[in-house]
């Protein structure tokens, strides 16, 4: 995801494509599973997995993932895989 640490907004979206962005996020949503901002979460987590793999801090984790800080980082992580950053590392 070329963006993938910005905050795009859906409305800046659907300009984009030329859609309502409740069209956009019903039409997104029924393709993909998942609204637009949760796979962008979802995206930004599978970068963190890349990036603690790495050796990386969180901290530094955090911010080249996307993530505003380290705690917002450890509780989307834990949302999306059910464990911690720490404990993901561990069990790996």
């Given amino acids: 995801m070329a963006h993938l640490t910005e905050n795009v907004s859906l409305d800046q979206l659907a300009k984009l494509v030329g859609l309502s962005s409740y069209h956009l996020h019903h039409i997104f949503q029924q393709e993909v599973g998942m609204a637009p901002h949760q796979y962008q979460i979802q995206a930004r987590v599978n970068r963190a997995k890349q990036l603690l793999h790495q050796g990386l801090s969180l901290r530094q984790v955090a911010e080249d993932a996307g993530f505003s ?11 999306f895989l059910q464990v911690t950053p720490g404990r993901y590392l561990r069990q790996k």
């Fill in 69 to 79: 800080d380290q705690s917002h980082l450890t509780r989307q992580f834990k949302r």
